[in-house]
Nanobody, 127 residues
């Protein structure tokens, strides 16, 4: 069993920055590929970014490229999402997800691929 908990969501003005964190427990963190997703009101869950087990490979949705950075600290069992130049359309609940039993170099962008999810953290960007 893997347990992940997001934090860092807040209300921020357009153009501002936030750093989300996701603390993981239950198994060796470096065994998981990780991802960030988001869900805006009335919309489906959307892929944001993904990272492989050791952190050397990342992948972003077009909406996140150039503004968001996903990273991980395996020594601290923590996943991060640095979000810069935030826009009102970034407003959503942000979720982190873990996928176990994966090759070291793999990344995953489909929500159905992930095994464990957190409860989410709210990000609101005001115009």
């Amino acid at each position: 069993q893997v347990h992940v908990v997001e934090s860092g969501g807040s209300l921020v003005q357009a153009g501002g920055s936030l750093r989300l964190s996701c603390a993981a427990s239950g198994r060796t963190f470096s065994d998981y590929a990780m991802g960030w997703f988001r869900q805006a009101p009335g919309k489906g869950r959307e892929f944001v970014a993904a990272i492989n087990r050791v952190g050397g490979i990342t992948y972003y949705a077009d909406s996140a490229k150039g503004r968001f950075t996903i990273s991980r600290d395996n020594a601290k069992n923590t996943l991060f999402l640095q979000m810069n130049s935030l826009k009102p359309e970034d407003t959503a609940v942000y979720y982190c997800a873990a996928k176990t039993r994966v090759p070291e170099g793999s990344i995953w962008h489909q929500s159905s691929s992930y095994d464990y999810w957190g409860q989410g953290t709210q990000v609101t960007v005001s115009s």
